[in-house]
């Protein structure tokens, strides 16, 4: 009895002396993982840190950069006919803004509607208007393209009517009639006679050099 005790005694010791370091084996493995795995989210978080200002700088970079908007290119008329009107070029009156072209029958139609039964009694000068209330043109702009010096052929222009009345595009402005033209003058002055704008002290006059004396009144727009 006493020595199955003591059998049973050292068995139970030889048990626990095995299953210990293997206990303790294990978990030292685990700490050491453990220690691993930390080690290893310490040295992928600086990384992200790096990232963050990378994608904010890159952010900056974009939000910087001025939005291109396509630009369209101004177009003039007027003086030596820059801006792409050939002084031998036909246009028939030029072309309406819609893109619409003016047929030399229509422009016709259109001028002499506008012609005077009487100019002498229906023409007014800007002073008996109440005084100029349109665009003033610049003095820089008006020597170069503007008075006597600077003729032009008004059939060779972009051409509309407003209220009867003949407007025109010269040098980027629009310039309307603000008068009849005299009833003497033929159907076609505006295709075969020079013409030009100048300032008259009171308002713009359209003047044709054909008939010194005669100012057409008109006013500038853009």
């Known amino acids: 009895m006493l020595m199955k005790f003591a059998i049973g005694t050292g068995a139970l010791f030889l048990f626990l002396g095995t ?4 206990y303790a084996q294990g978990d030292q493995h685990e700490k050491e993982q453990g ?6 989210q310490q040295r992928s978080t600086p990384q992200q840190h790096q990232a963050a200002p990378q994608q904010q700088q890159q952010h900056q970079r974009t939000a910087s950069k001025p939005v291109q908007t396509a630009q369209r290119p101004q177009q003039a008329f007027g003086g030596n006919y820059h801006g792409g009107v050939s002084p031998t070029e036909p246009t028939h009156g030029g072309v309406h803004p819609s893109g619409v072209p003016q047929h030399q029958g229509q422009v016709r139609s259109g001028f002499i509607q506008s012609r005077a039964s009487s100019w002498t009694s229906e023409h007014r000068t800007w002073q008996q208007r109440g005084g100029y209330n349109g665009y003033r043109i610049p003095d ?17 222009l972009p051409m509309l ?8 595009q010269y040098d980027g402005y629009w310039v309307t009639f603000m008068d009849p033209w005299p009833e003497d003058w033929p159907p076609t002055w505006y295709e075969t006679d020079n013409a030009y704008i100048d300032w008259a002290g009171d308002g713009y006059y359209l003047y044709d050099p054909a ?4 100012a057409i009144a008109v006013t500038i727009s853009f």
């Open 19 to 22: 299953v210990a370091p293997a």
């Open 35 to 40: 220690k691993a795995e930390q080690g290893q």
């Open 140 to 156: 820089n702009r008006f020597g170069q393209y503007f008075g006597s010096g600077h003729v032009f052929r008004i059939n060779r």
């Open 161 to 168: 009517f407003v209220g009867g009345y003949p407007r025109f």
């Open 211 to 214: 008939y010194p004396g005669v």
